[in-house]
Nanobody, 124 residues
């Protein structure tokens, strides 16, 4: 079992930054493909950014490229999402997810473990 706990959400104005953190406990964190998803009101959950465990390669959805940065700290068992130049359309609940079964994926069904989510609200 893996427990994921997100933190760092909040209310910010457009153009500002937030940093989300996800602390993992339980199963070996080092071998987990980690990702951030988000779900806006009335919409499905979508992939935002991810990092695989083998090469630490990173992947982003097009709308956040150049603004968001995913990173992980193996010593602290954390994965972070630095979000810069935030836009109102980034408003959503952000979830941390872990995947041990397959390679890094953009499909939420491929992730076995999820955090409880943290709200990010960007005002215009």
């Amino acid at each position: 079992q893996v427990q994921l706990v997100e933190s760092g959400g909040g209310l910010v104005q457009a153009g500002h930054s937030l940093r989300l953190a996800c602390e993992a406990s339980g199963r070996t964190f080092r071998r987990a493909n980690m990702a951030w998803f988000r779900q806006a009101p009335g919409k499905g959950r979508e992939f935002v950014a991810g990092m695989d465990w083998i090469r630490s390669s990173t992947y982003y959805r097009d709308s956040v490229k150049g603004r968001f940065l995913i990173s992980r700290d193996y010593a602290e068992n954390t994965v972070s999402l630095q979000m810069n130049s935030l836009k109102p359309e980034d408003t959503a609940v952000y979830y941390c997810a872990a995947n041990y079964r397959s390679g890094l994926s953009e499909k939420e069904g491929d992730y076995e473990y999820w955090g409880q989510g943290t709200q990010v609200t960007v005002s215009s």
